[in-house]
């Protein structure tokens, strides 16, 4: 059974991460609340691919695409959030 998702991470979170040599105190912060639950809200997941789509074609580009997809893929699917307004808490 997986954690509840307590933390979810910012696209600029998930950016940090994906660099060839990511800020340690990044790391560790993210290596100490992965236990506790870490999700990433669809709108996230959206502003990590525009931002990598905005990049020249090339071997980088390819690169953080290829890195992106497999930390996607290493998640479950409920750690992907989706976006809508209809939360029972905030509807009228």
Same mark, same amino acid.
């Given at each position: 059974?997986?954690?509840? %998702? =307590?933390?979810?991470?910012? !696209?600029? /979170? $998930? ?9 340690? %105190? =990044?790391?560790?912060?993210? !290596?100490? /609340? $992965? ?9 996230? %997941? ?22 992106f997809?497999?930390?996607?893929d ?19």
């Open positions: 059974m997986t954690a509840p %998702v =307590v933390w979810i991470l910012d !696209a600029n /979170i $998930v950016a940090k991460m994906m660099r060839a040599n990511p800020n340690q %105190v =990044v790391v560790e912060i993210v !290596a100490e /609340i $992965v236990v506790q639950g870490v999700g990433l809200s669809i709108i996230s %997941v959206w502003e990590v691919l525009n931002g990598i789509s905005q990049l020249d074609l090339g071997e980088r580009r390819k690169i953080l695409t290829e890195r997809y497999r930390m996607l290493e998640m479950s699917v409920d750690r992907i959030l989706d976006w809508t307004l209809n939360h029972p808490q905030t509807c009228a």
